[in-house]
């Protein structure tokens, strides 16, 4: 019974931890994350109490990352939350924007053909680039047809990015251009712990959690490799990507 307690705390340790922190790195906290690969019921505690509470937790790199469900109302962001967070959206078509950005990150990130070989960074620039040929590729679409078949709405995303003044037009900073909308999306996902943006390199690189959350959930389990990534992967642009 006591060894039971004993490992309940440890397993709630682990659980909180990650809650604050989003990852425990084996550099850094060793011993917890020991607890999490040595101990059988430990490792079993935490993933039946992460399960109840909406998240999962992902090994890999040495690191356990906390990966919330896309159902989870109470450590999930609702489209509410992400307009009071990022002041830019202010409709639900900019969170989709949004969306579809993290999505070309992906698709700048890895090759269509397997998710494990992830590129080492990726420039500002030719990101902004590849998301501007994905949506003049939809030119040649049938933006309604496709918009139903992934349930998704292409078109009203498109009218978005469009409206924001072109890049190479960045001249006042802070103003609502598509690299201010596109900055705004990176401090958020580095908030997230999701990647490493250098402003002032315009360099991207990606995080150990951003690379769980695409392997478990888009290689690992195969049935969630939705169809509106491997749209936007069919909508081009990442051919001059080097891995």
Known sequence: MEEI???LNIALEIINTLLQNKEIKKSENTELYQQYVGNDEVESLCDMISEKMGFNIYRLDNTLNLCVMLD?????????DLKKKIKI???NEDIYLMYFIIL??????????????PRSYL????LIETINIKFQSLVKEDIEKISEENEYNFRDVKKVWERLPDAREDINSGKNDKISFVKLVLNFMQEENLIFFDEERRIISITTR???IVYFYFEYSKENKNRL???????????????
């Open 104 to 117: 070309t990150i992906i698709t700048c990130f890895y090759r269509e053909s397997g998710l494990n070989s």
């Open 72 to 80: 989870n109302k109470v450590f999930g962001y609702s489209n509410e």
């Open 89 to 91: 959206l202010n409709k």
């Open 5 to 7: 307690k004993d490992s």
């Open 229 to 243: 990534l491997e749209y936007v992967y069919e909508l081009g642009g990442n051919e001059s990507a080097t891995y």
């Open 123 to 126: 420039g500002l620039d030719e």
């Open 210 to 212: 951003f690379k769980s």
